[in-house]
Nanobody
Framework: QVQLVESGGGLVQAGGSLRLSCAAS????????MAWYRQAPGKQREWVAL???????NYVDSVKGRFTISRDNAKRTVDLQMNSLKPEDTAVYYC??????WGQGTQVTVSS
């Protein structure tokens, strides 16, 4: 069983930045595929970014060039740096491990 705890959400104006962090339990964190998802009101949950155990990254087109995912295997954390935020980025953001375990989510609200 892996536990994931997200933090760092909040309210920010359009154009601003936020940094989300996800802390994971589990001694083999370095082997996990880690990802961030988000779910806006009335919409399905969508994948945002992922980072492999080797550090390769990928992003949904709508956040490329604005968001950066990173991981610290020693601290067992994965972060999502979000810059140039837009109102359409408003959502609950979820951390995911190995396409299996989910965090509780953290709210991000971007005002126009």
């Amino acid at each position: 069983q892996v536990q994931l705890v997200e933090s760092g959400g909040g309210l920010v104006q359009a154009g601003g930045s936020l940094r989300l962090s996800c802390a994971a339990s589990g001694s083999i964190f370095s082997a996990y595929l880690m990802a961030w998802y988000r779910q806006a009101p009335g919409k399905q949950r969508e994948w945002v970014a992922l980072i492999t155990s080797g550090g390769s990254t990928n992003y949904v087109d709508s956040v490329k060039g604005r968001f950066t995912i990173s991981r610290d295997n020693a601290k067992r954390t994965v972060d999502l740096q979000m810059n140039s935020l837009k109102p359409e980025d408003t959502a609950v953001y979820y951390c995911n491990a190995n396409s299996r375990w989910w965090g509780q989510g953290t709210q991000v609200t971007v005002s126009s």
